[in-house]
């Protein structure tokens, strides 16, 4: 296994090497002239459009294990670190996902984590990463939905259309609740009462729920756990340190209480959600807690 011998710089640069040509070939290489064609404004061109994107998408992901497994000491054929599932999965099915955010790896990782386990991931993005070349116009072409984060209004408008869409086919929703990526410095500016985890944000989760909650098969509450490192985590991730990052899913019923209700206007809903959620939360930081003394 080439990681056990060569410098750990040197296995980053290698994957680097290797995954932005896959990127560029699972994107660019294929995808370009469906994503020209979801332009032409007829609805059934451009549903074709979107899944043949997330076809190529998920071969994509596909050729990062195997780049992955060419060049790092993984402990699962089938994901990126140590996988458990506490509870079963149908890939026909749509489900909400929901995890903490440490890192740009959270993504790659949970695409890997649940790849051909659960339909094509799509996250709730920056209205700003639309502008990133490549990665931008190909989330655009699979109907991921860019959010502003500055007005309410326009952001529960572009959750109802998202959700109008993946209502047409199974899909897992992602949210990364603290809307951030974690740090110290943020946890004390927020003054979250949590230890390892911001404080989450409820709005947009209500939204989602009251727009397609009953289409969800459950929710998959995930927890991510890095080793520890004195490199960006991402870098760390690609130079093969956190090849036993612990990627832990557990399998929650919604309750039918948090399906339907008016967040915006309903103080009471908006109490009991919040209430839901942050239990969701408070269990969450004490598994950190524990995986990370265990690490």
């Not at 093969?240 to 339907?260: D, F, S, Y």
């Not at 919040?274 to 950190?288: E, I, P, R, S």
Request: net charge positive; aromatic share 12%; proline share 6%.
């Amino acid at each position: 296994m080439l990681s056990r011998v060569l410098p750990r710089p040197l296995i980053g640069v290698l994957t680097v090497c290797c995954m932005v040509p896959a990127l560029l070939l699972w994107t660019i290489g294929t995808m370009i002239p469906a994503i020209l064609l979801k332009l032409v404004p007829i609805f059934t061109l451009q549903r074709w459009c979107s899944r043949y994107c997330v076809w190529c998408a998920r071969r994509w992901v596909g050729t990062n294990q195997w780049i992955f497994r060419a060049l790092h000491d993984l402990p699962q054929r089938d994901a990126y670190g140590q996988f458990v599932l506490d509870g079963a999965l149908e890939p026909g099915k749509s489900y909400l996902l929901i995890c903490n955010h440490q890192s740009w790896a959270d993504i790659l990782v949970l695409f890997g984590s649940f790849h051909r386990r659960v339909p094509f991931l799509r996250f709730f993005l920056k209205q700003d990463l639309i502008y990133v070349p490549i990665i931008g116009v190909v989330c655009w072409a699979m109907d991921f939905p860019f959010m502003t984060r500055k007005s309410g209004a326009a952001d529960i408008a572009t959750t109802r259309r998202a959700c109008e869409v993946y209502k047409l086919d199974p899909v897992t929703v992602v949210n990364f609740l603290e809307g951030t990526r974690f740090t110290a410095a943020k946890q004390a500016a927020k003054k979250s009462p949590f230890q390892h985890l911001l404080r989450p944000k409820s709005a947009g989760l209500s939204y989602t729920l009251n727009a397609m909650g009953e289409q969800f098969a459950g929710l998959i509450d995930v927890t991510v756990v890095y080793q520890p490192t004195r490199r960006p985590l991402v870098w760390s991730w690609l130079c093969g340190e956190q090849n036993q990052v612990r990627v832990q899913a557990v399998m929650r019923p919604i309750p039918t209480g948090m399906l339907h209700g008016n967040y915006a206007e309903d103080a009471g809903f908006r109490e009991r959600f919040q209430a839901w959620l942050n239990g969701l939360w408070t269990q969450k930081d004490a598994l950190l807690v524990r995986l990370r003394a265990s690490s």
